[in-house]
């Protein structure tokens, strides 16, 4: 064999081991290949499960919302079905004094009003509503209301001299305040 032939022959055979490892590197790439595309196909099918499973999820809740709104309306629109149902007992009271005044003397009228009176204010008390009362006649503006203020000579502090219209709590908070003539210190000019 010539030198050329020789050189020739090792140049083959290192193209061919250089052929090989290349087709094996590439047969390495193909199955990485392979696997990421799995790999990739598989994400895709649990991303668009998850996509699902949120768009579920989010329809869901929006018609969780919804009934709770329409839940609340419905009860703000009936919640005071039972206490209304009370308030009528005391209106049919009132209709009845009114129809019998005629037929009966004042003393009995004024006696059925009373009753109808202390009935409500019952009714009342049992629902947590409670008159505010008016203690030593000092004035708390937390609770009373000054409609009406005027001076007086050896009074210290403001002092209620007058209740005009009743204040009512409910349950510890004021519902409205007491309407209330208010006495304060004379100035000295």
């Known amino acids: 064999m010539s030198k050329g032939n020789k050189i020739d022959s090792e140049t083959a055979e290192e193209r061919n081991e250089v052929q090989k490892k290349e087709s094996r590197e ?3 790439l193909k199955n990485k290949m392979r696997k990421y595309e799995k790999e990739t196909e598989h994400l895709k099918r649990e991303k668009e499960e998850l996509k699902d499973s949120y768009l579920r999820i ?3 809740i929006e018609n969780l919302r919804k009934r709770l709104e329409r839940e609340k309306e419905e009860y703000y629109k009936y919640a005071l079905m039972e206490f209304l149902k009370e308030l009528l007992v005391v209106l049919d009271n009132f209709e009845r004094a009114l129809e019998s005044k005629d037929q009966e003397d004042n003393e009995n009228f004024r006696k059925g009003m009373e009753l109808i009176h202390r009935q409500y204010l019952d009714l009342l008390m049992k629902k947590g509503i409670k008159p505010i009362e008016i203690k030593d006649k000092k004035f708390d503006p937390n609770l009373h209301q000054a409609f009406i203020t005027g001076e007086a000579e050896g009074v ?3 002092e209620v001299s007058e ?4 204040g009512y709590s ?8 007491s309407l209330v003539k208010v006495i304060i210190p004379k100035k000295d000019k």
Request: proline fraction near 5%.
């Open 156 to 158: 210290k502090e403001a």
């Open 26 to 28: 590439m047969k390495t």
């Open 163 to 166: 209740e005009f219209q009743k």
């Open 58 to 60: 989010a329809a869901e």
């Open 170 to 177: 409910l349950h510890g908070r004021l519902l409205r305040p």
